[in-house]
């Protein structure tokens, strides 16, 4: 089947302006992160949904960062007022459910890249 | 609070070789270890995990791992590396309460024909 797919794959943009990535993920998955891979930091945790739980949001750096999840499915990670430092690759994963030992499936990611 | 060390940012072996990249732990709590593989401009794919099943676990693509709890450590190998071995490689914790990834820093994993 398909597996997590994310969009855009690149995006450049301006210092200050806000953007939106997508996630689309596995069909029937209940769990979906996002991390932050960078240079400097490796790769970071950033949210997690579960279901209809509150989001897991102690990994997001500061306020500018937020993230949704419509109806279970769809994520949207939206960055505002970008700053150069939020210049990194975002990953979108799934897993099928809250399980500690369940595998994560990863989607290809967003570069973003911020001038 | 769990983390991971890996070491060795780049490793590098002849094509046929043996392939070592090490990994150890750090946990509070019985660890569930991850190895991902992430090819160029690609996101992670699992190559095996360890959940205290059984201490020796086989993953895709002929790659292996020992959990060792006395050293703290689940070094991946392979006994003979191939090209499309190149990679990044990376290990990961989680446990307790603490489903998400706690990822180490990488391994660049260089074939040489």
């Known amino acids: 089947g398909a597996g997590v797919s994310q969009s855009p794959s690149n995006k450049v943009t301006e210092k200050g302006k806000d953007v939106e990535l997508r996630c689309d993920p596995i069909s029937g998955h209940t769990a979906l992160y996002w991390y932050r891979q960078s240079l400097g930091q490796g790769l970071e945790f950033l949210i997690y949904?579960?279901?209809?739980?509150?989001?897991?949001k102690s990994g997001l750096p500061s306020d500018r960062f937020s993230a949704e999840r419509t109806g279970g499915s769809v994520s949207t990670l939206t960055i505002q007022r970008t700053q150069q430092e939020d210049s990194a690759v975002y990953l979108c994963?799934?897993?099928?459910?809250?399980?500690?030992?369940?595998?994560?499936?990863f989607g290809p990611g967003t570069r973003l890249t911020v001038l | 609070a769990q983390s991971v060390t890996q070491l060795g940012s780049h490793v590098s072996v002849s094509e046929g070789a043996l392939v070592l990249l090490r990994c150890n732990y750090s946990s509070s709590v019985p660890p569930y270890l991850f190895w991902y593989v992430q090819y160029p401009n690609q996101g992670l794919q699992l190559l095996l995990k360890y959940t205290s099943a059984a201490t020796l676990v086989k993953g895709i693509n002929g790659f292996e791992a020992e959990f060792k709890k006395s050293d703290t450590s689940i070094h991946l190998t392979k006994p003979s590396a191939h090209m499309s071995d190149a990679a990044e490689y990376f290990c990961?914790?989680?446990?307790?309460?603490?489903?998400?990834?706690?990822f180490g820093k990488g391994t660049l994993l260089t074939v040489n024909p």
């Open positions: 949904f579960q279901g209809n739980s509150a989001p897991d």
């Open positions: 994963a799934s897993s099928p459910d809250r399980g500690l030992t369940d595998t994560q499936y």
């Open positions: 990961a914790v989680s446990g307790g309460s603490n489903y998400k990834l706690t």
